[in-house]
């Protein structure tokens, strides 16, 4: 090969690599940010439960504690 050829082969390749390379990694980041966005969701889910059943035992019991002082009023 010629030098004029040779040159255009290492000015290819050396801006092919480092363009494969960040198509690559964005590849990567945009898959890894879809997970991650799926695990959010997961999570607010799961702690949305958490949350609705925190409140539901927190009302009963203080249902139970205003039964208990309006027996302990009325007996007295």
């Not at 004029?4 to 198509?23: D, Q, R, Y």
Request: proline share 3%.
């Amino acid at each position: 090969m010629s030098d004029p050829v040779t040159v255009a082969l290492i000015g290819v390749f050396t801006s092919a690599i480092p363009s494969c390379m960040a198509a690559f990694f964005a590849y990567r980041a945009a898959k890894h940010a879809a997970r991650s966005v799926l695990i959010s969701r997961h999570t607010e889910e799961n702690t949305n439960h958490m949350k609705d059943e925190l409140v539901a035992l927190t009302a009963k019991s203080s249902h139970a504690e205003g039964f208990l002082e309006g027996r302990a009023e009325s007996s007295k």
